[in-house]
Each structure stands twice: as structure tokens, then as C-alpha cells.
């Protein structure tokens, strides 16, 4: 499903107009990404949690020329569903 496809059957579903969904949704991205650029988590209830997470530096090696790098630390995004959407989607995820 692509967004535009995305945005048409969350529409459909609330009754909303596509405007008004397509701005809810870019609101909603936009609230997100500034919470994770502030290093912030963000639970959502029956569906997962996202964090942000430093990964420290390391050092590795490449295999090619045996020459060692130095990897800088770096933030990354993850994402843990939550048990409920987990046992959703092992059962195949009745419509509700």
C-alpha cells in the first residue's frame, strides 16, 4: 500500500475528506520527527513504541585491504510492537 493509497482508506474509513486526512497525517508525521530529533520516545498504545537510540562508535575492519576504520556514534530509530499488535498479526490480524 502506498501513501496515496494509504491516505484514500484511512478517508474512507473516518468518513473524513482526503484534504483533511492527507493534513492530519503530515501534522502527525511532522509532531514525530520533531519528538525523535529531541531525542524523545513516543509510545503508542496496542501498537508498539518507537526510541531513539545512540549506537556508540566501533571500530571495524575491512575485509578487503585488512585496514581499520573508525565508525562514529550515531542515533538510530527503533521500533518495538507492542504484544497486542504482535498476537494481531500472528492470528492474521482480524478486521475490526
Same mark, same amino acid.
Given at each position: 500500500?502506498? $501513501? ?35 531525542? $524523545?520516545?513516543?509510545?503508542?498504545? $496496542? ?14 575492519? $575491512? ?34
Amino acid at each position: 500500500m502506498n $501513501n496515496k493509497e494509504f491516505v484514500a482508506a484511512l478517508s474512507l474509513k473516518e468518513n473524513y475528506k482526503l484534504r483533511d486526512t492527507r493534513m492530519l497525517i503530515q501534522h502527525l508525521l511532522a509532531e514525530l520527527t520533531a519528538q525523535f530529533e529531541e531525542e $524523545n520516545s513516543v509510545l503508542v498504545p $496496542n501498537f508498539g513504541s518507537f526510541e531513539v537510540k545512540k549506537r556508540m562508535e566501533r571500530v571495524i575492519n $575491512n575485509p578487503t585491504t585488512g585496514q581499520r576504520l573508525l565508525v562514529p556514534p550515531r542515533l538510530t530509530l527503533t521500533f518495538k510492537s507492542s504484544a497486542a499488535l504482535r498476537e494481531r498479526t500472528k492470528e492474521g490480524g482480524d478486521e475490526a
